[in-house]
């Protein structure tokens, strides 16, 4: 398909929805699997085999996999670096349908939801601006960038599985949005490799995709385990954020996806950047999920907190 940035950025948007809507739906479910968890620990294969059985769960995977429908698609009409950006907008609409479900007004979150959604929008217009074609993929350079986010997520799953309660699900999300994120760029990788080679005769490709697929798998199983051991908000924030700067940075430094950006475009990516980053830990933390999620932890270390519950919307 030829270049369509602007569908491109349009699916995205749906996508991104559909992912905050998998999130909502796939927490819930976890939720009955693992309630009353204050210790913070992750789900058994028993658990997770008990998901499988769940309708509301596949109903869930099923949106997230409209999701992936939605970023494939985009992905084969403009850069991986224009694209997973948009992606980040699934935690606004996470924190709308959070406080829908919940009977509540976001007041208290209409600013940093402005602020992310408009630092995300000036990034993805940044990017689609100066961001080129990628050019010839060159394999090594990919089999390395692949390996760094493998042992970076592996490290991630040891502190999730052993580290502070308060921290488990982010670093479980954490781990899971290096996968998804290099998910997005080795699936560009294959596009535009497929696009003028015969791409089923090359074993390269098959290890690609093989890595794709492994990836995958764990990015999801990583999700549920952030779902069993946090609030749905910070497993979709921590995704949200963390997959577009992987997928923007493979896309820069090994598809060739950067050369058109100059000082100053660079530079703004950077502070825009570090304001949506800034908007979703905002987020994040007036929401009174986490809120009542980090109540639950602080009693069943022994310890209080005096942070009310309710007090992130009004």
């Given at each position: 398909m030829s270049q369509n940035i602007p569908i491109a950025i349009a699916l995205g948007v749906f996508g991104s929805f559909c992912f905050a809507l998998s999130a909502k739906v796939q927490h819930s479910a976890v939720g009955?699997?693992?309630?009353?968890?204050?210790?913070?620990?992750?789900?058994d294969l028993a658990q997770l085999l008990q998901l499988a059985r769940d309708r509301n769960w596949w109903m869930g995977l099923g949106l997230m996999g409209v999701s992936m429908v939605c970023q494939v698609l985009g992905l084969t009409m403009a850069p991986v670096s224009v694209v997973q950006p948009v992606g980040l907008l699934a935690f606004p609409w996470s924190v709308v349908l959070s406080a829908k479900s919940i009977g509540s007004r976001p007041s208290r979150v209409v600013v940093p939801t402005v602020i992310t959604v408009l630092a995300t929008v000036a990034f993805v217009i940044v990017v689609a601006t100066h961001a080129s074609a990628p050019e010839e993929l060159e394999f090594v350079p990919i089999i390395v960038a692949a390996g760094v986010v493998y042992l970076t997520a592996a490290t991630f799953a040891g502190f999730a599985s052993r580290g502070p309660v308060q921290w488990r699900s982010l670093f479980w999300a954490s781990g899971g949005a290096l996968f998804y994120g290099l998910e997005a760029a080795l699936v560009k990788a294959i596009i535009e490799y497929a696009t003028d080679?015969?791409?089923?005769?090359?074993?390269?490709?098959?290890?690609?995709?093989?890595?794709?697929?492994?990836?995958?798998?764990?990015?999801?199983?990583?999700?549920?385990?952030?779902?069993?051991?946090?609030?749905?908000?910070?497993?979709?924030?921590?995704?949200?954020?963390?997959?577009?700067?992987?997928?923007?940075?493979?896309?820069?430094?090994?598809?060739?996806?950067?050369?058109?950006?100059?000082?100053?475009?660079?530079?703004?990516l950077v502070a825009l950047g570090i304001v949506a980053v800034i908007g979703v830990i905002a987020l994040a933390r007036v929401h009174p999920e986490y809120h009542a999620t980090m109540s639950r932890v602080g009693a069943a270390n022994g310890t209080s907190r005096t942070t009310d519950a309710g007090s992130g919307l009004n």
């Open positions: 009955e699997q693992v309630e009353d968890n204050h210790a913070k620990k992750h789900m080679h015969a791409w089923w005769q090359d074993p390269r490709i098959w290890a690609i995709a093989g890595a794709l697929v492994i990836g995958s798998s764990l990015a999801g199983l990583m999700a549920q385990q952030g779902y069993a051991t946090g609030p749905a908000v910070v497993v979709v924030a921590s995704m949200t954020v963390t997959s577009p700067v992987v997928a923007v940075l493979f896309g820069i430094a090994v598809l060739g996806e950067g050369h058109r950006l100059t000082v100053a475009s660079g530079l703004s």
